[in-house]
């Protein structure tokens, strides 16, 4: 099929930079023979220069709607003509911060090709090969009805696959097997010089390690073969409550630590404010209505803020409730939390998975989904995590943040150097902190600049102390601060740049490489 175009809504060349970018796609589009289509109509554009952190928009020329990867492919190598012309894969549009964008560029969306879950069994479990612009909540489902679910996720599953393997994919599980970018064996990649290439660990192996984590700047994931395990069908979802920050990392990292048998299977952790704030206080913890927060039981040493970690166990569910309350109850018998302060519900598998799903429908219902979100996600060494607590947990941020402040450890054992995801540089472990605000829109929430302030501040603080972190999810907005956060790895990443994408067409809301750098 011919390449879909609104042609009216195409300018009439000015003779600048975007007009002559305009006539390259017009002049080039009966020669691509797409399979799918572009779209240059406003209300498509207007979308694809949205993200969800509503803090940027990035008009494009126009989306592309590809059938597969030799649609990508074309559309590349068109841009390749053009000295300006850049290109960006997009999947549900969950960039924080205009990273999927592509001003005056092309956008892929990426939901419009096969993204097909087709799963294939063996003597440890399977593997499923799925499309890139594959929804990880549409793999859970099709993985599930044949008792089989990926080993590692996110916390939100209405993320493409291609889309979090570009950036590493974390969550409760990350601790055992690694983030989502360590759990698939074989990526179908369209590179920025227009290529298709399979790759995995011992084929095309530098392409493959290459775009894992490399925040699309060398190729877009087309296709990914993820690792498969027997699906649990039951799963007991515990929270407890710490006052001391010592006691929480401590059992944190003693649970992350142990043997597969020998502990839970997600490991979590959050910081709570220490009030009645419904949002951000006491009330934040509860998993039955019928068990609510009782403040009598929080030490008289505590401070601003409080601790929660949160576990969760898997089960069958012909398994008597009694083996499971002693598997528990022995785990949590080893640790230190306050008296009292435990939580617990059992659910189903999928619905802990899809528990993200209900907060969101609450969200939109409230008009705060739609807001800007200025989240912060951090990777903090676990030397200096203890200094983190002091410096932003109870004084920065003791009031809370309108929204979760996860915190909890991950083992640098269980990621591949090899991969482009750049780790704080010192220690066995580190800690994930994110900041997910989900502030009512200005007046009725504080206005977007006074928060996007206060992560500066959180920044400006961890480095004039000397603490080791990198930003996880990473936004910066010139040359020289990429270069600090990808420190002696830099020059790894510019020679893989030079060689997969030489003439920086692709992922340019990076910010990284301008078109046409000089690597």
């Known amino acids: 099929m011919i390449a879909y175009l609104e042609r009216v809504s195409i300018p009439e060349p000015n003779h600048n930079e975007e007009d002559d970018d305009v006539l390259i796609l017009r002049n080039g589009l009966d020669d691509l023979q797409l399979q799918g289509t572009i779209e240059f109509c406003s209300s498509t554009v207007s979308v694809a220069g949205r993200d969800f952190g509503g803090m940027h928009f990035a008009k494009p020329l126009a989306v592309v709607k590809p059938a597969g990867a030799e649609d990508i492919a074309k559309v590349i190598k068109l841009a390749s003509r053009s000295p300006n012309l850049t290109v960006s894969a997009r999947g549900n549009g969950h960039s924080i911060n205009g990273q999927a964008m592509a001003h005056n560029g092309l956008i892929i969306d990426m939901k419009s090709i096969d993204n097909a879950v087709n799963v294939s069994y063996t003597t440890s479990g399977g593997y499923a090969d799925v499309g890139g612009g594959a929804l990880w909540a549409d793999v859970l489902k099709r993985c599930v009805s044949l008792g089989l679910a990926p080993r590692s996720w996110t916390d939100y599953l209405d993320l493409t696959v291609g889309g979090t393997l570009s950036n590493?994919?974390?969550?409760?599980?990350?601790?055992?097997?690694?983030?989502?970018?360590?759990?698939?064996?074989?990526?179908?990649?369209?590179?920025?010089?227009?290529?298709?290439?399979?790759?995995?660990?011992?084929?095309?192996?530098?392409?493959?390690?290459?775009?894992?984590?490399?925040?699309?700047?060398?190729?877009?994931?087309?296709?990914?073969?993820?690792?498969?395990?027997?699906?649990?069908?039951?799963?007991?979802?515990?929270?407890?409550?710490?006052?001391?920050?010592?006691?929480?990392?401590?059992?944190?990292?003693?649970?992350?630590?142990?043997?597969?048998?020998?502990?839970?299977?997600?490991?979590?952790?959050?910081?709570?404010?220490n009030s009645d704030d419904p949002v951000n206080g006491w009330p934040s913890i509860q998993l039955d209505p019928n068990h609510p927060f009782d403040p009598v039981h929080i030490p008289s040493s505590a401070g601003p803020v409080l601790y929660c970690l949160e576990v969760v166990l898997h089960y069958r569910g012909n398994d008597h409730f009694s083996s499971v309350d002693e598997v528990v109850d022995g785990l949590l018998g080893q640790l230190r939390?306050?008296?009292?302060?435990?939580?617990?519900?059992?659910?189903?598998?999928?619905?802990?998975?899809?528990?993200?799903?209900?907060?969101?429908?609450?969200?939109?219902?409230?008009?705060?989904?739609?807001?800007?979100?200025?989240?912060?996600?951090?990777?903090?060494?676990?030397?200096?995590?203890?200094?983190?607590?002091?410096?932003?947990?109870?004084?920065?941020?003791?009031h809370g943040i309108g929204g979760p402040i996860l915190v909890?450890?991950?083992?640098?054992?269980?990621?591949?150097?090899?991969?482009?995801?750049?780790?704080?540089?010192?220690?066995?472990?580190?800690?994930?902190?994110?900041?997910?605000?989900?502030?009512?829109?200005?007046?009725?929430?504080?206005?977007?600049?006074?928060?996007?302030?206060?992560?500066?501040?959180?920044?400006?603080?961890?480095?004039?102390?000397?603490?080791?972190?990198?930003?996880?999810?990473?936004?910066?907005?010139?040359?020289?601060?990429?270069?600090?956060?990808?420190?002696?790895?830099?020059?790894?990443?510019?020679?893989?740049?030079?060689?997969?994408?030489?003439?920086?067409?692709?992922?340019?809301?990076?910010?990284?490489?301008?078109?046409?750098?000089?690597?």
């Open 168 to 273: 590493a994919g974390v969550s409760g599980q990350a601790f055992r097997y690694g983030p989502q970018s360590e759990n698939v064996t074989e990526l179908e990649v369209v590179t920025g010089n227009g290529e298709i290439v399979t790759c995995s660990k011992y084929q095309n192996s530098q392409l493959f390690f290459s775009v894992l984590g490399g925040l699309g700047q060398f190729g877009i994931i087309t296709r990914a073969r993820v690792l498969l395990q027997p699906c649990p069908q039951m799963v007991r979802w515990i929270r407890v409550v710490y006052g001391d920050f010592s006691e929480f990392t401590r059992d944190a990292e003693f649970l992350v630590t142990r043997e597969e048998g020998e502990s839970f299977d997600y490991v979590e952790g959050f910081v709570f404010v």
């Open 408 to 519: 909890y450890p991950l083992l640098r054992s269980k990621w591949d150097s090899r991969t482009s995801v750049v780790l704080p540089e010192g220690g066995d472990s580190f800690y994930l902190v994110a900041l997910l605000r989900f502030s009512p829109p200005y007046p009725k929430g504080p206005p977007v600049e006074d928060l996007i302030a206060q992560n500066r501040e959180i920044l400006e603080c961890c480095t004039r102390n000397g603490l080791d972190f990198k930003l996880y999810l990473p936004h910066y907005n010139s040359k020289q601060e990429w270069k600090q956060h990808f420190g002696n790895q830099w020059s790894r990443f510019k020679e893989r740049k030079a060689c997969f994408d030489p003439m920086a067409i692709l992922a340019p809301g990076q910010k990284i490489f301008p078109r046409n750098h000089q690597p």
């Open 337 to 398: 939390y306050c008296n009292k302060m435990r939580f617990q519900v059992d659910l189903s598998y999928v619905d802990f998975l899809s528990r993200v799903k209900v907060a969101e429908k609450q969200a939109k219902a409230n008009g705060i989904w739609d807001a800007p979100h200025p989240w912060l996600n951090l990777f903090v060494s676990k030397r200096d995590i203890a200094d983190f607590d002091r410096l932003v947990f109870n004084n920065i941020l003791k």
